[in-house]
């Protein structure tokens, strides 16, 4: 078929528009790589953008050797790991409950989830009441709160609601028991859903930063998230040299008059944004899976 | 009723973790919005302390509420005219795209920044903006101009937040509608082509069609946080030098409760606003339900 011209000019500009819109997605990681990985005093005289001039690893070196940093990246981990396990399992738990159709009270407790989607009783009483349980301080601010997703639970319960029945009725003729049910047919099943939230959950743990930022005034709590938070702000470099291990072996090599706030700030983004970078093009055929059984209304 | 209850014990015990967690920090913290009519210090509870009456609703007569009001809608406004239609746009155009492997590439780009945080997003607009060389910065600096404050600037804020927050959502937010338009019968294209019709009349008359009952969907959606205009992203770009346009309800209401301990006005504050936010949700519902046939629920 004959393609008129206009719409081959049509295509062009397409094509353009979107490598346009992917540059500027990918540029700026390749900008901030790049002052990262050059010698800080040598890219404040400017001209550094895709490649660094003078190769150093010294701001890498001082980012890493912050205590700090490292305690942060502790936390982020645990939280990411404890968060997304205990997400997923309570959250599961009660879609799988809440999928036997003629369990008593069923309706009253799915409304009573539906209308903690569309209201809330906002950030002061929600922050008074973690006061009250003792949870200010504590690791355990960063998972009890967000151990139970409404919408999470909405999307499983449609989800299990699409397994045969057929085979939930034979297992219980043989006499398996609800929690039977659920560990040999359930889950096996829902893998690929269970794949997607629980990735959604961990990204939302390791980018969180407000919970440590407000619920948490103790350093050897906050996350990576908050540490970048409070860095961002920062108008000179003693935060991230202070209790560090590398400053002391960096001073000897004379490195340190060369590193400068904003070669320090880039190293410290890329460290918190390198780990996300290196998984994602493995997960993506998880997460699109996702949001499609998510989008379907239930 | 107690046989019923027996034969679900297992079904209750599972959904005890769920209940437990929603009592404690989704409707004990509804309870405490009476906080909102009581003069609440820390150490009182949210039951014993006294009632005030209307007096924490003083801040209405405050010149700093209605700003914040006033900030609060503009950007919501901004990010909703130039937010809502571009994944739409940006869906359709990606559609366009018949070779497979630069249409994966574009999909797989542009959903990248969705995993990142707003800080990291702060951050790269620090390196690209900031006035001491800052890319930008170097770039009009080169070309003979003077360099601008972006960052601790009033006019430059809302661009800021804007595009920023385009950048971040708008790849992401083309998913749904790009698995809507795989869902559209090819036929429909085929007999369109037969008729003589052009690829932009195809987009009007079947593709756009096709996607008007997501684009609804998503819209409903899109409401119970639409005056939450996304503090995440405000709070770490917000300084004293664009306070004025920045400070938004969420900020106010983070600012005067918990760094200055005003619990009752910032409650009051915070009601006003889920009380819009629910009430957006159940407008925008009921019209689905008018436009649609049916809403969310």
């Known amino acids: 078929m004959k393609r008129s011209t206009s719409e081959k000019i049509g295509q062009a500009l397409i094509t353009l528009i979107l490598l346009v819109l992917c540059l500027s997605v990918l540029y700026p990681f390749m900008y901030m790589l790049a002052i990262s990985l050059n010698v800080g005093s040598d890219a404040a005289k400017g001209g550094v953008y895709l490649w660094p001039r003078k190769f150093t690893l010294s701001n890498f070196q001082i980012v890493l050797g912050n205590s700090v940093i490292q305690h942060s990246y502790l936390i982020t981990i645990l939280r990411t790991i404890v968060g997304t396990f205990s997400g997923l399992l309570v959250t599961l738990l009660a879609a799988f409950a809440l999928s036997y159709r003629q369990m008593p009270a069923r309706k009253t407790l799915l409304t009573l989830i539906l209308i903690t989607m569309l209201f809330s009783g906002g950030l002061i009483p929600f ?106 702000s920062a108008q000179d470099i003693s935060v991230v040299m202070g209790s560090n291990n590398n400053v002391e072996a960096l001073a000897r090599g004379s490195n340190l008059s060369e590193v400068t706030l904003m070669s320090v700030k880039m190293a410290t983004v890329m460290v918190s944004a390198i780990p996300i970078l290196c998984v994602y093009p493995f997960l993506q055929k998880y997460f699109v899976k996702g949001v499609m059984i998510g989008s379907v209304k239930g | 009723m107690f046989a019923a209850i027996r034969k679900y014990k297992w079904q209750y015990l599972m959904i005890m973790p769920a209940v437990v967690l929603l009592l404690l920090f989704s409707y004990v913290p509804m309870a405490g919005i009476q906080v909102a009519f009581k003069n609440f210090h820390i150490g009182y509870t949210i039951w014993n302390s006294p009632w005030t009456g209307f007096e924490n609703f003083a801040f209405l007569q405050d010149s700093q509420f209605w700003l914040v009001v006033r900030n609060t809608l503009y950007i919501a406004f901004l990010k909703f005219v130039f937010g809502f239609p571009a994944p739409i746009i940006l869906a359709l155009m990606i559609n366009e795209v018949s070779r497979g492997g630069f249409k994966r590439f574009v999909q797989s780009v542009s959903y990248l920044p969705h995993f990142f945080s707003w800080i990291v997003v702060a951050y790269i607009l620090q390196s690209l903006l900031t006035l001491d060389n800052g890319l930008v910065n170097q770039l009009i600096v080169s070309l003979g101009g003077d360099p601008v404050f972006f960052l601790g600037s009033t006019e430059w804020f809302r661009p800021m937040v804007v595009v920023s927050g385009l950048w971040k959502e708008v790849g992401w937010n083309t998913i749904l509608y790009l698995a809507a338009i795989t869902t559209i019968d090819p ?69 005067s409760g918990l760094q200055q301990g005003y619990f009752g006005m910032a409650t009051a504050v915070g009601l006003l606003s889920s009380v819009i936010s629910l009430l957006l949700v159940l407008v925008t519902n009921q019209m689905a339900r008018k436009i649609n046939g049916e809403g969310l629920w």
């Open chain 1, 127 to 232: 922050y008074i009441q973690l006061y009250n349980l003792s949870l200010i301080n504590t690791f355990w601010v960063y998972i009890l709160p967000s151990a139970f997703s409404a919408w999470n639970m909405f999307v499983m319960l449609k989800f299990i609601h699409g397994i045969p029945e057929a085979l939930i009725e034979s297992a219980e003729m043989d006499g398996a028991k609800p929690p039977r049910v659920l560990f040999s047919i359930i889950i096996p099943l829902s893998k690929p859903m269970l794949a997607a939230l629980g990735l959604f959950t961990g990204v939302m743990h390791w980018n969180d930063w407000f919970a440590g930022a407000f619920f948490v005034s103790d350093q050897d709590l906050i996350p990576v998230q908050t540490f970048l938070q409070q860095l961002l």
């Open chain 2, 187 to 255: 036929q429909l294209y085929e007999a369109a082509k037969v008729e003589g019709a052009g690829r932009l009349a195809q987009i009007r008359h079947i593709t756009f069609p096709g996607i008007l009952p997501t684009i609804s969907i998503v819209l409903i959606l899109s409401m119970p946080s639409l005056i939450a205009v996304g503090m995440d992203q405000i709070y770490p770009l917000m300084n004293p030098a664009n306070q004025p346009v920045a400070d938004v309800l969420d900020t106010y209401i983070l600012r």
